[in-house]
């Protein structure tokens, strides 16, 4: 009996000290609005969970995939009367948010929606052991500290865009970040999927798109503009797509895909030489840069054609959101096209304020496809580009030129994505030592700065209410395979995260750094590459090769070895 008693009162102690310990740890990113932490804590092995009354199905589901996934890490089965899960519908909650309260007793997680449940899960399993996040049992202490967290998004909007028209994204890597998404609470995948250099999405109607344009016969590996001469493409069948999007709307994310157009389009052009103003044939892009093959606005039958693919892109993608580019369009075609000129007479447009009439050209093709677009109930997102000239009302603008186009664009009323390049164009350099970094676009935009973005500073009082939130975008022209996406991706995508989800007052960089250490623990549970630059470390990971100068790099050939050499 007494030898019993010693081993209870052990375990007593060792349950303390474990929950001091923990309590003394908690490790969130993107930080709680609000967090307080007690003494005791909640043991998780085998607790049951109790589903409260008009839960959304889908947060049920979600409860249900989280209560038998603790079953599956920590190796016990539900114990019957043990403390609880407890999960329940407060309507009184806004959008997102959700609460936490633990105790010895128990967690009583409460939220509104769908979103608000999943995201106090992600909660939750941040303060749990990184083993959480594999799939099988693992001898960890299996408990959660005694805290009260309140927490809720800034902004509605919290994105991420990935580009696939560049470099060829597997559809098996699409469904790891959206994983990855879900931990940092973002709810916005922007899905890059056409553009020069490739067409990413079959078309029924259209077939020649992924055909001819889904494929070209080189790509550049020299910054002289040199290209390897190797085929390369590949595209995402329509069954594929449905399956992302099902997918990714279970994690409480919504796919904006984006069809570039009129600029932008050297594939479709290449597949449909039609569509050009010349009608000659073209090839895909194999260099980076821009092209002047792009669609001719003075041929009715390029309204016929975008009508009919955004109408098979509407059917594969539910979001409200459609985004068109509209960026970086080149208009000497136009000037020298007949077609054009004669429908720039038609339309009885000319130079003024500063633009041209086929500045104005584009702003007709734009407007058309928003009527397009609107007839289906949707809405159009636009770069910042959009705004040269006249833009019709309802559009929202995505400012990417630093951020003077989202003031502009406040100034005329529309709504605003701020995605400044100064801030949240995280394809660029990570580190000053150029020369151990894979081969980059050329700025540097280290953590550090990603997380000082303050997305209000210059916009006037009156005019936050036009930002729906904030986007950090992966350019991938210099991606040539996973390892070298999700080392530009990671640790910058966490940083970014709480510039989405903090409010100004709430983000702190030392404590994110902190919280940062366990996030590393996340990482590798969940099998991604991070650049550790902020531990010393400068380079990919287990992929060390020598320094070399500019002369050197210029002539590498990227695609000829299995990581980019530096």
Known sequence: MKSIQLIVIASVIAIASACKDNSESVSIIPEPDSISIGKDCF?????????????????????????????????????????AFSYKLDEKLAPEAYTIEISKKGAIISAADLNGFLYAIQSLKQMLPTAVYGNTASKENWILPAVRIQDGPRFAYRGLMLDSSRHFIPAEEVYK????????????????????????????????????????????????????????????????????????????????????????????????????CSGKQVEVRQLWGISEDVLCPGKESTFEFLEGILTELMDIFPSEYIHIGGDECPKQSWENCPRCQARIRQLGLRDKDGFSAEHYLQNYVTARVQKILNDHGRKIIGWDEILEGELAKG???????????????IGKGFDVIMSPNTYCYINYFQTKERDKEPRRNGRYLPVEQVYGYEPSDGIPENGMEHILGVQCNLWGEFLPNTTHLEYQLLPRMSAFSEVAWCRKDNKDYGRFLTSLEHMTGIYKALDFVYCRYLWGYVGLPGHELPARSKEELDTLDYHKVPYMEY
Do not use: C
């Open 43 to 83: 043991k998780v092995a085998g607790a049951p969970s109790i589903v409260g009354e008009n839960i959304p199905a889908s947060a049920v589901e979600a409860i249900k995939d989280f209560s038998n996934h603790l079953q599956t890490v920590t190796g016990k089965p539900i114990r019957k009367n043990a403390p």
């Open 177 to 276: 970040i959206i994983d990855l998404m879900l931990v940092h609470k973002m709810n916005r995948l922007h899905w890059h999927l056409t553009d020069d250099q490739g067409w990413r999405i079959e078309s029924k109607k259209y077939p020649r798109l992924t055909e001819i344009g889904a494929w070209r016969n080189g790509t550049e590996i020299q910054r002289r503009k040199v290209a390897d001469g190797i085929r390369y493409g590949g595209f995402y069948t329509q069954d594929q797509l449905r399956a992302i999007v099902k997918y990714a709307a279970a994690r409480g994310i919504t796919i904006v895909p984006e069809i570039d157009i009129p600029g932008h389009t050297t594939a479709a052009v290449a597949s449909y030489p039609e569509l050009g």
């Open 395 to 409: 559009a929202t603008v995505m400012s990417w030129r630093g951020t003077k186009g989202g003031i502009e664009a």
